[in-house]
Structure formats: C-alpha cells, structure tokens
C-alpha cells in the first residue's frame, strides 16, 4: 500500500512570494499550500499525502510556543501517517529541529524538515528537489528528527545553519551526516531506522534565554545587569577555544549562581568541545558554577536550557545538560577527549 505522509506548513522560503517592491513576504495560507503541493505534479507518486498549515510566518519569528505545536500535530496524528515533513524557514531551522528532537523523544517514524534558498515560484530555486528528497527520505527506513537540504540529511539535533545563500546551507555540528543524496538517498550505516516506539512527547520551553558571544575586552557588568532585571532565566555563553573565558568573569558567576541562573558555556568553534578544565580560565568558571556544555550545538545547548528550565529544578539542570536525550552529546567521546562528569 501506498504510505501516508503529514506535511506540516510552516512558511519560509519555499513558499513566499514577492510583493509589489520585490521583497519576499509569507503568501496567503491557502495559496501557500497549493504552492507547495505544486511544486512537483509527480509527489502523489512517493506517498499519500496530508497537508496541515500550522504557521505562515518568516522563520524569524518561530517561537517556543509554534514548536509545541508542531510537536502536538505530529504526536496527535502519529499513528496514521508512515512520515513527516514538515516545511520551514532557514533561519531558525536548526532551532525548530532541537526543539522536536527533545520534543518527540523514542519517535520510530521520520521527521524529516526542509525549506529552500530560493522561493519556489524561481525557476532557479532548489525548493522542488528539497521538497521531493523529503519526501523521499520520509517514507525511507529512518527515524528521528532530520534537516534535509541540498546533498546532505543532517541530524536535527546537532544541525547549525552555515550560509545564508549556498544552496547547501547546513552541516552536522560533530557528528557524522544521516544521509547523503547524489543520483539517489543513500543513508549512513549509524542512521537510526524505523522501530516501534512509544512515543514520548516532552514539549515545554521557557522564552527568556540568552545567547551570547564572548569577545575581546567584554566587559562582564553588562550581563550583570541582565541579571538584575531578573528576567533572564538562563544564558548560554559561546566562550573562547576549550570554553575559556577571562578572569574578570569570575563576579558574573558568582551572581549567576547566586540568583540561581543557569549559565552554560559552549565553544564559539563550529567543530570543538568545551573542556573547561584544561586551562585555569576555564576551570575557574567551571568552580563558580559554570555549566560545560561540551560538543553539542549553540542551537541545542539554547533549545535544550530552554527546555530544562521547564521541566527540572534549578539543582537538576547542570545535570539535565550532560544528559544525551536524542544524539545531541557523546559522553563516550568526551570522556576519551577527557571530560570529566560529576
């Protein structure tokens, strides 16, 4: 029998239209839909498809909120469809991704997210293969949460934007790809395949967390006094090389820990881990409360301290950080990088 795919809708890209000045705005819910469905006349060909608009937004304003959702729509319909697709903007893509994989854990079906760099209604865009390949991808034996687009499947939980124009625009941040796609899709050996599951649907996050680079000559006080307006609920730090941060950051956590806010440090390189005890500027921090947030995403680490705010005390959450829930972290390969775990 045919299979069964949900394609859930969430603008972008894939889907807009110029308006009279020749910028790119979201279409109309109707006529997005039908935009997209037309983007191949052969998809009927791969599977039986359902269409579900859930936002016809800019992907700039994706919100905690829309993820949960998202996650709803697929948890609710789980067990009628073989796959999803869910359709998005680039922006935000790798954030969406984080969020369903921590949303949707032990999923045993595909959830398969792409969009395009170029509208749909181009005739130079890459939205009708994009599309075409997710579909393709989601009637496959896979399972997860997957961003596909262009040559590569990248795994939702580690996944990070690279370019605002390549037509192959994301990478798998310290791990290997899903899957690759030339003449056909070809899926990596380690690629999690279709099983029966209960599925755990664990959505919830809190708004107000902050990301921030670390640069030279930062002055710390200016995020102590983020921490007094004491709406900050948590921050995500990307610091230097091993997660190093200078000295004059030891006030900053000493407040942090004392307003009872958690602070996770990352490392600002694409490829890297923090290691937070190999040199003394990163160990002090480490003393003072600091959480290491060693080889997972920015993406991730933001998503999944938004999500651990939610659901777990402030006690719990160094914890919930080291904690591999969908692929996002390797204990066993930090460990032999030397990372150390309470």
């Known amino acids: 029998m045919k299979k069964k795919l949900l394609v859930l809708t969430c603008g972008g890209t894939i889907i807009m239209q110029k308006n009279a000045a020749g910028i790119l705005v979201p279409a109309g819910e109707k006529e997005a839909v039908n935009a997209l469905m037309s983007l191949e006349p052969h998809l ?12 016809n937004i800019d992907s700039s304003n994706m919100t905690p909120v829309l993820w949960d959702t998202l996650a709803a729509a697929i948890h609710e319909r789980f067990a009628a469809f073989d796959g999803f ?8 893509m790798a954030y969406t991704a984080a969020a369903l994989s921590l949303s949707l854990q032990n999923i045993g079906k595909p959830v398969i997210i792409t969009g395009s760099q170029i509208p749909g209604s181009s005739l130079n865009s890459d939205a009708r293969r994009n599309m075409v390949n997710a579909a393709m991808a989601a009637v496959m034996d896979l399972s997860g949460v997957h961003i596909l687009f262009d ?28 899957g690759n796609i030339d003449t056909e ?11 029966d599951s209960n599925l755990n649907l664990t959505s919830g996050f809190v708004a107000d967390v902050l990301a921030f680079i670390l640069t030279p000559g930062t002055d710390p006080t200016d995020l102590v ?10 921050m995500v730090i990307a610091a230097f090389g091993t997660g190093n941060l200078p000295d004059n950051f030891n006030d900053f956590f000493r407040k942090a820990k004392s307003e009872m806010v958690p602070v996770v440090v990352a490392s600002q390189c694409l490829h890297g881990m923090t290691k937070m005890s190999s040199y003394e500027v ?8 600091a959480i290491e947030g060693y080889d997972q995403s920015i993406e991730m680490l933001v998503v999944k301290l938004m999500w ?9 959450i160094a914890e919930i950080m080291s904690t591999n829930y969908c692929g996002e972290l390797d ?12």
């Open 185 to 195: 899709i070809r899926l990596s050996a380690f690629a999690p395949r279709r099983h």
């Open 85 to 92: 697709v869910i359709t998005h903007g680039t922006d935000t």
């Open 308 to 316: 651990a705010i939610k659901h777990f005390s402030r006690k719990e």
């Open 44 to 55: 009927g060909d791969i599977a039986e498809f359902s269409v579900v608009n859930i936002a």
């Open 151 to 178: 040559e590569r499947i990248v795994q939702g939980c580690r996944a990070t934007k690279v370019s605002e124009s390549r037509l192959d625009a994301f990478r798998t941040v310290n791990a290997p790809d899903t």
């Open 282 to 289: 990163g160990k002090q921090a480490l003393d003072l409360g």
């Open 225 to 234: 006094y983020l921490l007094d307006n004491k709406r900050i609920r948590g």
């Open 331 to 342: 204990r066993t390969y930090m460990e032999k990088q030397g990372a150390v775990f309470s």
